[in-house]
């Protein structure tokens, strides 16, 4: 019997037991540990999905009238193998993640966003995006010993475009639309509705509606300059908070030399920041004539021949013997005609400049003009340019841009005895139509605008509620409410009815920074989508 009692207190077995008893919950725990792997796996490739399409979306989000049929597409090209996939899910559906339909949705702002509240249909509002991609299911293989049969997950994000607008030319205006005491920060300028017109915009102590200014983008005055004159701006970019809200600063004070940069796109250069070419735009047309010989041959003898001369100077560019200035507001007659025209102002601003407020009708003098540089009668003019003369009495097309344009798309043809921005020769004074300083200064013949090649008389102006923004010089941020393209009609001179502190432009039309690159108004607009959630 003494086996027997060796037997009862022999405890070399014992652990046997307890494994035996813990078995169940050790495979019920390797199980859950197996399964729920695959479940945190496939939840990371669902997320990476979903993060995925949120930012395929956010690249759309351009404020254009098809941005979010183009948003929701992008969003929902997930389902490329190459693109996206989950290998934990083991539902049957397949390799891909899709985005369903009606899960893709659009807020104006990144709070409505992350808390899906406001969801907007309207594509100009859409600035964020939030996806949701499908549900997908992992079957589980062990953990079914404790009475789970498989997990669902599904993902989804929110992101939005971040956007900085480069080589901004910095000029302001002051909301020529926004009312007297104005508080409300949204109130718009339609551009569509002034196109043609010319806008006088008057640099000033006070910031009323049509004042104009300059925005400080991170160099103070030095860089104001420099981006107005320099073929190739350098400078900070500005930060979009939306596609037609930009946070900038003013830089404020009476600047003459800020005039004169912008004097150097039409070929007078009484300065040229250091360090930058400044040329003249190809189409150098405008209302002074330069010194030269009877051949019409440009004198540079005088260290001042490519400035403006004023107080009886003689030298360099002056206003003509006989400059166009109207008394009344209607078009010359055809016994009147000007030795030498630029592109004029609209007659009530060319009568007074502040008669008819900052924006005219759009009226000018096109027969005048046409009449005065070219010698042609207005059938003469219409039928050499192609171009159509509006209706009625005070026509408002062709417009000088599209004058300007045709001239240089024509320059050097010869029509009816005249040659496109030839020269006009006076006596010992010539108008000239393409530049002479700028090649005399080695900045070049003259600026040609191309796809890649800035237009030097366009440029993208950002308009500002000056009064809802309580605009007091530099203690900004400021908020841009948008650009709009101008052209400038003429260099700012202190003549005969002009002061040397007036812009006179005409509106083109809104600046379209919603595109990626550079248009003719040296806008570029960089957009990088990111994640928010």
Known sequence: MGWLRRFRSDESGASAALYALALPALVAAAGIGFDYARVAGMDSELQNAADQSALAGATQLDQLSDSITRATAAARNVSLPAINQTLFSNDSEGLTVDVPDGQVYFYATQADAEADTNRVTDAALARFIRVKVETRRANYALTPVVGAF???????????????????????????????????????????????????????????????????????????????????????????????????????????????????????????????????????????????????????????????????????????????LPTADAALPDTVTPSAMGHPRDVCHAIDPRSCGRFGDGFWDRDAYFRSRYGWTQQQWLDNTGLSLGAGARPKTPTRYDVYKWEIANRGSTFDGATVLGNQVNGTRTNYGTPICSPHKSYGSGSIPADDVADRRRM??????????????????????????????????????????????????????????????????????YLIK
């Open 150 to 324: 498989f997990g669902d997950i599904s993902a989804e994000a929110v992101a939005g475009i971040g956007s900085a607008v480069c080589r901004i030319p910095p000029l302001m205006i002051c909301n020529p639309d926004e009312p007297l005491n104005n508080t409300d920060e949204n109130v718009d300028f339609i551009a569509a509705n002034h196109v043609g017109q010319g806008l006088l915009v008057v640099q000033q102590g006070f910031w009323d509606p049509g004042a104009f200014g300059f925005l400080d983008l991170g160099a103070g005055a030095t860089g104001v300059e420099q981006a107005l004159a320099w073929v190739s701006p350098t400078g900070n970019c500005i930060p979009v908070n939306g596609p037609e809200v930009i946070d900038a600063e003013i830089e404020p004070g009476l600047k003459a030399s800020t005039q004169e940069a912008i004097n150097t796109r039409f070929d007078v250069y009484d300065s040229c920041p250091a360090g930058g070419t400044c040329p003249s735009s190809i189409n150098a047309i405008k209302d002074v004539t330069h010194i030269s010989d009877t051949a019409g041959v440009p004198d540079f003898s005088n260290g001042k021949a490519c400035t403006f001369g004023q107080n009886g100077e003689s030298n360099g560019w002056l206003e003509p013997t006989n400059p166009y």
């Open 460 to 529: 993208s102006v950002a308009v500002i509620n000056c009064h809802a923004e309580d605009v007091r010089g530099k203690s900004g941020p400021y908020r841009i409410r948008k650009f709009i393209d101008v052209f400038l009609v003429e260099p700012s001179l202190k003549r005969t009815r002009t002061a040397k502190t007036d812009i006179y432009m005409e509106i083109i039309g809104e600046s379209d920074a919603s595109a990626v690159g550079e248009t003719a108004g040296t806008v570029i607009r960089r957009d990088v989508p």
